[in-house]
């Protein structure tokens, strides 16, 4: 049974581009969440994804977008990046919806935005 | 008033004492509880969840909950050097999709 996977682990951007982080989800699951760590803070919730539907999203303005597969993998998609979008990115899979059964998260993208 | 708050440390703690760490979070409905740890620049781990009043033992880990206080504390019992981290609690409500976390302590448990 594999974990969850994220790629790219590290990139580097330019204020103004955008960019796609990927995920992998634990075999079996069914849910996908994404959190945004920045340097020294918890990890907020972006929005988590269940059956290629988004289920829920945090106080994240639009150009935050997202995407779930049918095999249940996911992207996180970020337009129009600013300074403040540097942080490090966390998905996190799970079997169901809501948030009684813990997560198992993900190595995380380093995102910098220049 | 934040949602759910942890004093950022760092704490030191000498090997083989008890660390103890806290949470408080002011959402009266929540209903689930996790501990995580962070090590610097690696993704959290789960190692606790607790979601009835008192207390939850695994290992050297206990979670302690007190929805009336709104307070949940984690301790850990013979500290080891590999315990140094940043200990996140996390809250969640049932049917809410996200979890809430506070920013973290910074244990260093000294050899």
């Known amino acids: 049974e594999t974990g969850v996977t994220q790629s790219p682990t590290h990139l580097i951007k330019t204020r103004g581009q955008q960019v796609t982080l990927r995920c992998s989800s634990q075999?079996?699951?069914?849910?996908v969440s994404w959190y945004q760590q920045a340097l020294g803070q918890g990890p907020q919730f972006i929005f988590q994804y269940y059956r290629e539907e988004e289920n829920g999203r945090g106080n994240f303005p639009p150009r935050f977008s997202g995407l779930q597969f049918p095999n249940y993998s996911s992207e996180l998609n970020v337009n129009a990046l600013e300074l403040d979008d540097s942080a490090l990115y966390l998905c996190?899979?799970?079997?169901?919806?809501?948030?009684?059964?813990?997560?198992?998260f993900g190595s995380g993208t380093r995102l910098t935005v220049v | 008033q934040k949602e759910v708050e942890q004093n950022s440390g760092p704490l030191s703690v000498p090997e083989g004492a008890i660390a103890s760490l806290n949470c408080t979070y002011s959402?009266?409905?929540?209903?689930?509880f996790f501990w995580y740890r962070q090590y610097s620049g690696k993704s959290p781990e789960l190692i606790m969840s607790i979601y009835s009043n008192g207390d939850k033992e695994d290992g050297r880990f206990t979670a302690q909950l007190n929805k009336a206080s709104q307070y949940v504390s984690l301790l850990i019992r013979d500290s080891q050097p590999s315990d140094s981290a940043t200990y996140l609690c996390a809250v969640g409500r049932t049917g809410n999709e996200k979890l809430t976390f506070g920013t973290g302590t910074r244990l260093t448990i000294i050899p």
């Open positions: 996190a899979s799970s079997l169901r919806t809501g948030v009684g059964y813990g997560y198992t």
């Open positions: 959402d009266r409905v929540s209903q689930s």
């Open positions: 075999s079996g699951h069914n849910t």
